[in-house]
C-alpha cells in the first residue's frame, strides 16, 4: 500500500459537479432570477479561488451580468453599452492574452486561432478606440462570445452540451454579423 500512488486531488471552489452543472444551467437559462442564483454563486466561487478562477468563468459570469442588468430596465441604452463594451474588451483582451505574452500577435489573428469571429474583435477595437457601437451590435457581440464560451470551456468540462445549435445556424449567424459589422450602423 505504500508504494501506490494515490492521484493528486485538485482543490476547486466549487462542491462538486452537481453545482458545478447547477450554475452552468443556471448562466445559460433564460430564466433572470435563475441567472441570478448562478452569479451570486460565481461570485463566492471568486472569494474562495482568488485570481485562480478560470477565466472563461469569470468571462461568461460578467457577460451575463450584463443580460440580467439589460433585462431589468435599470440601466439606459449607453450604460448598457458601456457594461457590454466591458465585459466584450475584457473577455477579448484575456483569451487572447496568454499567447500575446509569447510574441506580439496581431489579436483578429489569435482570434482566428481560437475561432473567435473577427467581427468581435473588430467590436472590441470599436469599444477600445473609435465611437461605441449601438446597442443591440453589443448584444449580438454578448451572445456570441457566450455561445463560444458555451461550445469552447463549458460543454466541454463535463461533456454536457447546453442548448445545441447547428452548424448552419451558427454560420448564418456569422454572416449576419459580419454584414452588420461592414455597414454604417456603427454610426
Same mark, same amino acid.
Not at 453545482?19 to 441570478?36: A, F, I, K, N, T
Not at 468581435?120 to 465611437?131: A, P, Q
Not at 453589443?138 to 461533456?159: A, E, F, H, N, P
Not at 454560420?171 to 459589422?181: G, P, R, V
Given at each position: 500500500?505504500?508504494?501506490?500512488?494515490?492521484?493528486?486531488?485538485?482543490?476547486?471552489?466549487?462542491?462538486?459537479?452537481?453545482e458545478?452543472?447547477q450554475?452552468?444551467?443556471?448562466?445559460y437559462?433564460?430564466?433572470?432570477r435563475?441567472?441570478q442564483?448562478?452569479?451570486?454563486?460565481?461570485?463566492?466561487?471568486?472569494? %474562495?479561488?482568488?485570481?485562480k478562477?478560470?477565466?472563461? $468563468? +469569470?468571462?461568461?459570469?460578467? /457577460?451575463?451580468r450584463? *443580460?440580467?442588468?439589460?433585462?431589468?430596465?435599470?440601466?439606459?441604452?449607453?450604460?448598457?453599452?458601456?457594461?457590454?463594451?466591458?465585459?466584450?474588451?475584457?473577455?477579448v483582451?484575456?483569451?487572447?492574452e496568454?499567447?500575446q505574452?509569447?510574441?506580439n500577435?496581431?489579436l483578429?489573428?489569435?482570434? %482566428?486561432?481560437?475561432?473567435?469571429?473577427?467581427?468581435? $474583435? +473588430?467590436?472590441?477595437?470599436e /469599444?477600445?478606440?473609435? *465611437?461605441?457601437?449601438?446597442?443591440?451590435?453589443?448584444r449580438?457581440?454578448?451572445?456570441?462570445?457566450?455561445?463560444?464560451?458555451?461550445k469552447?470551456?463549458?460543454?466541454r468540462?463535463?461533456?454536457?452540451?447546453?442548448?445545441?445549435?447547428?452548424?448552419?445556424?451558427?454560420?448564418?449567424?456569422?454572416i449576419?454579423?459580419?454584414?452588420?459589422?461592414?455597414?454604417?450602423?456603427?454610426?
Amino acid at each position: 500500500a505504500r508504494g501506490q500512488l494515490r492521484p493528486l486531488r485538485t482543490v476547486v471552489a466549487w462542491r462538486g459537479r452537481t453545482e458545478w452543472d447547477q450554475v452552468m444551467v443556471g448562466l445559460y437559462c433564460r430564466d433572470s432570477r435563475l441567472q441570478q442564483e448562478a452569479l451570486d454563486r460565481v461570485s463566492a466561487w471568486k472569494s %474562495r479561488y482568488g485570481p485562480k478562477m478560470p477565466l472563461a $468563468v +469569470d468571462c461568461t459570469s460578467e /457577460l451575463v451580468r450584463c *443580460k440580467v442588468l439589460d433585462s431589468s430596465g435599470k440601466l439606459r441604452s449607453h450604460e448598457l453599452i458601456l457594461s457590454y463594451g466591458l465585459a466584450l474588451v475584457r473577455f477579448v483582451n484575456l483569451i487572447t492574452e496568454r499567447k500575446q505574452k509569447m510574441v506580439n500577435i496581431p489579436l483578429r489573428q489569435l482570434a %482566428r486561432e481560437v475561432d473567435i469571429p473577427i467581427w468581435v $474583435v +473588430d467590436l472590441r477595437h470599436e /469599444l477600445t478606440h473609435g *465611437k461605441l457601437p449601438q446597442l443591440a451590435l453589443c448584444r449580438k457581440g454578448c451572445d456570441v462570445v457566450l455561445d463560444w464560451l458555451r461550445k469552447t470551456y463549458w460543454s466541454r468540462q463535463l461533456g454536457n452540451n447546453l442548448c445545441e445549435e447547428s452548424e448552419d445556424e451558427d454560420e448564418q449567424e456569422d454572416i449576419e454579423a459580419n454584414t452588420e459589422m461592414n455597414s454604417d450602423t456603427w454610426e
